[in-house]
């Protein structure tokens, strides 16, 4: 089964501080995505990367950056992280071609911003 | 990508089935029907998808109608376990570079009842 790990299920930070958010999938997929949720909003999407070292803006990329060094790695940057970043964040990936409907998404990194 | 229309929420008894439908009347002829659900607390997991044939697999129906603009997702034997918001995507399947993403509305929440 496909597995994809988000490194923290809960975290709190203070006003400023600098996130990192690590998801790591185990299925070699070419594809891997940053959602937030919050309740009422759905998912959106932050950033995504279809290759190692290429990135391409969500709908909501402002304030975020991402880092995908490897093909199984791909971690989503708070640089200064503010209250509003308090949210649900949901890494998925999933292979590309026909396949690149089917995400395989994370447990969920829940952030909370002081 | 299309957008869908799905009702808020629905009720279902446990044992029975439950159907949960999806209109998408602008739907184009290269895009897919995507369904999704996400248990509370959970990320989303991916159920089914289909073109225009009616598919089946180990979790769920999807039954397109012939003219595309409407589907019905159905749990043939609800469990309590089935409860979460299901949610109907539609999307080109095969597209490259900004067209990877997903976009997820505010989906059904199903409630399975003893």
């Known amino acids: 089964d496909v597995k994809v790990t988000q490194s923290s299920r809960y975290l709190v930070k203070r006003t400023g501080e600098k996130v990192f958010l690590e998801c790591v999938q185990d299925?070699?997929?070419?594809?891997m995505f940053w959602y937030r949720q919050d309740p009422g909003l759905g998912l959106r999407l932050i950033y995504f990367?279809?290759?190692?070292?290429?990135?391409e803006k969500g709908d909501i990329p402002e304030g975020y950056s991402v880092s995908r060094e490897k093909k199984e790695r791909f971690s989503l940057i708070l640089e200064s992280a503010s209250t509003n970043q308090t949210s649900m964040y949901l890494c998925?990936?999933?292979?590309?071609?026909?396949?690149?409907?089917?995400?395989?998404f994370g447990e969920g990194s829940r952030l909370t911003v002081l | 990508d299309a957008k869908t229309t799905q009702p808020p929420s629905m009720d279902c008894a446990e044992g029975r089935a439950a159907n949960l439908p999806c209109n998408h009347s602008?739907?184009?002829?290269?895009?897919?029907v995507y369904w999704y659900r996400q248990i509370h607390s959970q990320g989303p997991q991916y159920i089914i998808h289909?073109?225009?044939n009616n598919e089946t697999n180990e979790m769920a129906s999807l039954i397109i109608t012939e003219d595309r603009k409407s589907s019905t997702l159905i749990l043939p034997h609800a469990t309590l376990r089935d409860t979460a918001v299901y949610y109907c995507?539609?999307?080109?399947?095969?597209?490259?570079?900004?067209?990877?993403?997903?976009?997820f509305g505010k989906g059904t929440l199903l409630t399975v009842n003893p």
């Open positions: 602008t739907i184009s002829g290269n895009e897919y």
């Open positions: 995507i539609v999307r080109v399947a095969d597209s490259g570079g900004s067209n990877y993403k997903l976009t």
């Open positions: 998925a990936s999933s292979l590309l071609g026909l396949a690149a409907g089917e995400l395989f």
């Open positions: 990367s279809y290759d190692v070292k290429m990135k």
């Open positions: 289909g073109l225009k």
């Open positions: 299925m070699d997929h070419e594809n």
